[in-house]
């Protein structure tokens, strides 16, 4: 079993913002998490990956439960569960590579990574990363002279410089345009199918999710509501999740991501 | 019901009262508190003094004490004449070897104060940062020690020094650092509490420690302040380090305590002179630096 999620819960004050939630997943695969705002997805993440602690439950990964990790081990695991955020969280004054190289944090000395002695070979491999998601040209230059599509594809390199197992992006297209949200979903798709790395993904669109998930969860109040293939998203299902009523129109929730033909995403690097 | 014309004058009118009540019952407090410190410090006192004829008279006190800070100054203006100009310069500034050895010594304590000062409050200002804290005891901690650190004056650091140290330059460096520590440490954990968490969150996720997140979540997003505000304390430094021989620890100060209890004037305008001119000149090339600094930052 590749990752179990049992009964895991996060409480804030009165506010229960992930709620029992439970499921597993047995191989690689690529798992969207939609549901409306306040559903409680990026709390989830946030569990996942330790940035926030839980009240309840357990993560197991491969039969480890990571909720119990602490200190040096449970900064072993962040850096095999990467973390893709909605506004890049980079550090916008320095540079591409840098950013890239911050990815290795977790795996080098103290010394080194203080005074950022990176090796050649690092270096290299961050700028094949790089070259990969196609900005290689763009590695000396400052993190906040991009533009925000480009920013992303730096953060997805600086979480494929951890060499995860699981890539846990929070709504990473969610301030970009369709052609760069295109191009990130793409690349984060391909490195699902190439490198057989877990993607879980909370997206805001249903289309986004049908168009590139395997497995949608869908929650509500913190709970799973929906947890099934994409073709299952029906419109009333969408509206279990989404909460809506007969007024509900899936266009709400839908982004001109598909505006963009199937063959423009050649234009663009894959 | 609408709120109508009638209804919304009544209120104005009630807001408006209630402002200006305000604002006299704060400007009668203001008064009473300058009036009840002033009587304390003696500023209302009337003193005695002897007329040029050998009367006495009763004026008040800072009518009275006036003219003898223009007596004062008078007796520091050393005589320059026209033709005599060079002679009557060299006389003014007669001790200009010792005083420049002292100068240089100076601006040095001021200069390795700041850096352990740097040093100190760069290191303190991390876990003195409510957002960066790695637990509320150790920002606490650390709160506490900045505080005692730049609250105790700088003389009295000296003082305690000189009594650890001896009479010399070392004493001066650590009583300026260690006041220097504590108010940079504030500053600069008030630069660290207004960042943007987003690059500290990225860094934490991807494993980093504390460290790394201090390093390269939170230093790359404070440094221009951190020069500022560091040149800024150079300045300060150098200003205190002319006084802080005053107790024995290096300096400048010493030779402006013998020249005050020997009363001899001229040297004392030649010393303030000097320190002018070197607090002058600092503080140009700080501010041209400081400019250059926060100008790299916009366009970069
Ligand atoms: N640090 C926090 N303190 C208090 N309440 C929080 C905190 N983080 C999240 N919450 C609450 O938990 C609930 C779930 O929030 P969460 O951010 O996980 O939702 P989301 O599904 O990601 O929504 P969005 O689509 O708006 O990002 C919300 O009601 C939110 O107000
Ligand atoms: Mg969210």
Known sequence: MLLEVRNVSRVFGAKTAVDRMSFTLDKPGFLGIIGRSGAGKSTFLRLVNRLTGASGGEIRFRGKNVLALRGAEMRAWQSQCAMIF?????????????NVLHGLLNRRSTLATMFSLWSDADIHR???????????????KRAEALSGGQQQRVAIARALMQDPAIILADEPIASLDPMNAQIVMDSLRR?????????IANLHTLDTARRYCDRVIGMRDG?????????????????????????FSEAATST???????????LLPA | MAYSIDEFHTDYTRHRARQLATFWTVAVLLLALTWATGQLAGFFRVTQLTLADGSRAEAWVLAAGLPRLGEYIEKTIPVL??????????????????????????????????FFGVTGGLLLSFTAARNLAPARW?????RRTLEIARTVPELVWALIFVFCFGVGPLAGVLAIAMHSTGALGKLYSEANENIDMRPVEGV?????????????????????NVISYTLLRFEINVRSSSIIGYVGAGGLGQELRTAISLQEYTNLSALFLIIFATVMVIDWASEKLRHRIIGLGKTA
């Open chain 1, 86 to 98: 909605q506004q890049f969280n980079l550090v916008p004054r320095m540079d591409v590579a840098s």
């Open chain 1, 126 to 140: 961050a700028l094949e990363i790089l070259d990969r998601l196609g900005i290689a040209e763009q590695a000396a």
């Open chain 1, 191 to 199: 490195i699902h199918d190439e490198d057989g790395r877990t993607v």
């Open chain 1, 223 to 247: 709970r799973i509501v929906f947890d099934g293939r994409p073709d299952q998203l029906s419109a009333a299902v969408a509206r279990e999740i989404y909460g809506a009523n007969e007024h």
């Open chain 1, 256 to 266: 001109s991501i598909d505006v963009l033909e199937p063959g423009d995403a050649e």
């Open chain 2, 81 to 114: 004449r026209v033709e005599s100009i060079g002679a009557d310069f060299a006389e003014w500034f007669w001790r200009w070897k010792t005083w420049a050895r002292l100068l240089l010594e100076t601006v040095l304590i001021g200069f390795l104060a700041t």
């Open chain 2, 138 to 142: 150790i920002f606490w901690a650390t």
């Open chain 2, 204 to 224: 934490k996720a991807a494993g980093g420690s504390w460290a790394d997140q201090m390093r390269w979540g939170v230093l790359p997003q404070v440094i221009p």
